[in-house]
C-alpha cells in the first residue's frame, strides 16, 4: 500500500487549498483514511479523518468548520478541503491509511507543504 499526497503550496491567509491522496497497491474502501500535519518545530498533530465509507469524519478542534475531508473510492482518492486559512495552519500535511482491522495508522504518504503567509 503507498500514499502519496499532494496540492500543498504557499497561500495568504484566508485563502483556501486543496489536498489530495491517492493510495495505490489496495481497495481504498478497505482503510480509514487520516490528514496529520506537522507544523515547524512541533510535534505531528491529527487535523481530520474519515471512516471507509466516508459515513463518519472526525476534526481537530483547531480545523472544525474551515476544513473538509472526503473521498472517492472508485478514484482511491482522498481529499482534505482547506479554507479561511491561518498563518499557524503551515505545516507538511500528510495522509494516512488505517485498515479496517488495525489499531492504528500503519501507511503514510510522503507529506505536502502548506505556507500560508499572513
Known amino acids: 500500500v503507498q500514499l502519496q499526497a499532494s496540492g500543498g503550496g504557499l497561500v495568504q491567509a484566508g485563502g483556501s487549498l486543496r489536498l489530495s491522496c491517492v493510495l495505490s497497491g489496495a481497495n481504498l474502501d478497505d482503510y480509514a483514511i487520516a490528514w496529520f500535519r506537522q507544523a515547524p518545530g512541533k510535534e505531528r498533530e491529527f487535523a481530520a479523518a474519515?471512516?471507509?465509507?466516508?459515513?463518519?469524519?472526525y476534526y481537530a478542534d483547531s480545523v472544525k468548520g474551515r476544513f473538509t475531508i472526503s473521498r472517492d473510492n472508485a478514484k482511491k482518492m482522498v481529499y482534505l478541503q482547506l479554507n479561511n486559512l491561518k498563518p499557524e495552519d503551515t505545516a507538511v500535511y500528510y495522509c494516512?491509511?488505517?485498515?479496517?482491522?488495525?489499531?492504528?495508522?500503519?501507511?503514510w504518504g510522503q507529506g505536502t507543504l502548506v505556507t500560508v503567509s499572513s
Open positions: 494516512a491509511a488505517r485498515h479496517g482491522t488495525a489499531t492504528g495508522y500503519n501507511y
Open positions: 474519515i471512516s471507509w465509507s466516508g459515513g463518519t469524519t
